[in-house]
């Protein structure tokens, strides 16, 4: 069976925003600049630190990420948010914290009408986060 993962680009702050996730989330990265890979022959020089591939892994979150090389603009957009499922409020309340460090919070986190508990932010790499915790039916 198939399985999605986001992979989220950046101009230039990708090993940044990739180590800034796993001081939030945990788990293993391994990254590959334009310089180590295979490609840097035939990559501009100014290009080789940047990030051709990276991977954040750890228990049900695998995010992949990398620089833009292509001299596309980034443009972040607003149609794609990253929606992590918790299993505790206080998981919720925890990796809130820690990822709404430097950014903007856009819903605070509190007990919502459909029975969660829920909170939305913007990171300081303009990824959109929010985070949500299904409390048990009563």
Same mark, same amino acid.
């Given at each position: 069976?198939? =399985?999605?993962?986001?992979?989220?680009? #950046?101009?230039?702050?990708?090993?940044?925003?990739?180590?800034f996730y796993k001081d939030c989330l945990g788990g293993e990265? %391994?990254?590959? &600049?334009?310089?180590?890979?295979?490609?840097?022959?035939?990559?501009? %020089?100014? &290009?080789?630190?940047?990030?051709?591939?990276?991977?954040?892994? &750890?228990?049900?979150?695998?995010?992949?990420?990398? +620089?833009?090389?292509?001299? =596309?603009?980034?443009?972040?957009?607003?149609? &794609?948010?990253?929606?992590?499922?918790?299993?505790?409020?206080?998981?919720?309340?925890?990796?809130?914290? %820690?990822?709404?460090?430097?950014?903007?919070?856009?819903?605070?986190?509190?007990?919502?009408? /459909?029975?969660?508990?829920?909170?939305?932010? =913007?990171?300081? #790499?303009?990824?959109? /986060?929010?985070?949500?915790? +299904?409390?048990?039916?009563?």
């Amino acid at each position: 069976m198939a =399985t999605l993962n986001p992979y989220l680009s #950046f101009d230039g702050r990708c090993e940044e925003a990739l180590r800034f996730y796993k001081d939030c989330l945990g788990g293993e990265l %391994k990254i590959m &600049t334009v310089g180590e890979s295979p490609m840097a022959a035939s990559m501009p %020089k100014e &290009t080789h630190a940047n990030v051709m591939h990276a991977l954040l892994e &750890t228990e049900g979150i695998r995010i992949m990420a990398s +620089d833009m090389l292509d001299g =596309t603009p980034l443009d972040r957009g607003n149609a &794609t948010s990253l929606m992590l499922l918790c299993g505790s409020e206080e998981e919720v309340r925890a990796l809130f914290g %820690k990822l709404s460090a430097g950014g903007i919070v856009n819903a605070p986190v509190k007990a919502e009408f /459909w029975g969660a508990i829920y909170g939305d932010l =913007t990171d300081k #790499f303009g990824v959109r /986060w929010m985070l949500n915790y +299904d409390k048990p039916k009563a």
